[in-house]
């Protein structure tokens, strides 16, 4: 059974840094396109990084590019976001999706997500 499992959320000051990790399990994690998707308290979910299955190709929504780094270990099935001069606005539980399209149709696994709160 797909299993996407989230861990290293907690509380940061304003400025700080924090790292997440997913370890993925029960289907080819390397076969798989990875996101991050936030929701903040309040709020719909925020598409706010991919990487593609080699880690050849990376993308950012504007609101985290420049401070948050997406990377991925196929050799661990583990997903990584790296994010650093978190703001308060970043606050948000924070959800890892696996995609792909198989021919037939998509095959789409999330995470029960981490909660990251940015708060002095």
């Known amino acids: 059974q797909a299993q996407l499992v989230e861990s290293g959320g907690g509380l940061v000051q304003p400025g700080g840094s924090l790292r997440l990790s997913c370890a993925a399990s029960?289907?080819?994690?390397?076969?798989?396109?990875m996101y991050w998707v936030r929701q903040a308290p309040g709020k719909g979910l925020e598409w706010i990084s991919a990487?593609?299955?080699?880690?050849?190709?990376?993308c950012y929504a504007d609101s985290v590019k420049g401070r948050f780094t997406i990377s991925r270990d196929n050799a661990k099935n583990t997903l990584y976001l790296e994010m650093n001069n978190l703001k308060s606005d970043d606050t948000a539980v924070y959800y890892c999706?696996?995609?792909?399209?198989?021919?037939?149709?998509?095959?789409?696994?999330w995470g029960q997500g981490t909660q990251v709160t940015v708060s002095s």
């Open positions: 999706n696996a995609k792909l399209w198989n021919g037939l149709g998509w095959s789409d696994y």
């Open positions: 029960g289907f080819t994690f390397s076969t798989y396109w």
């Open positions: 990487i593609n299955t080699g880690s050849g190709s990376t």
